[in-house]
Nanobody, 114 residues
């Protein structure tokens, strides 16, 4: 059984920064991890991902403002977000793939507002 737990969301002013974290419990190693987000009234969209080897990919909308990384633990992932704008508001979900199975966290709310 694998559980993904996100943390670090909150309310931030435009131009601010947040660090999101994702920790996967269980004995299955995540071979691939990613962040998705869902804004109110919109579909869930890809934000960033990182492979086991540390290779990152980004949505063009966040490229240059976000950095995805893996923690020292094999099943932890971070998303450093800077220069946030109202368009970044939404629920951010952690996604992981291990042994061919996809797992999702419950999400953490990010609200960018003055």
């Amino acid at each position: 059984q694998v559980q993904l737990v996100e943390s670090g969301g909150g309310l931030v002013q435009p131009g601010g920064s947040l660090l999101l974290s994702c920790a996967a419990s269980g004995s299955i190693r995540m071979n691939f991890m990613a962040w998705y987000r869902q804004a109110p009234g919109k579909e869930r969209e890809f934000v960033a991902s990182i492979t086991n080897g540390g290779f990152p990919s980004y949505n063009d909308a966040v490229k240059g403002r976000c950095t995805v990384s893996k923690g020292d633990g094999r099943n932890t992932m971070y998303l450093q977000m800077t220069n946030l704008g109202p368009e970044d508001t939404g629920v951010y979900y952690c996604n992981g793939v291990g042994l061919g199975t996809q797992y999702w966290g419950q999400g953490t709310q990010v609200t960018v507002s003055s």
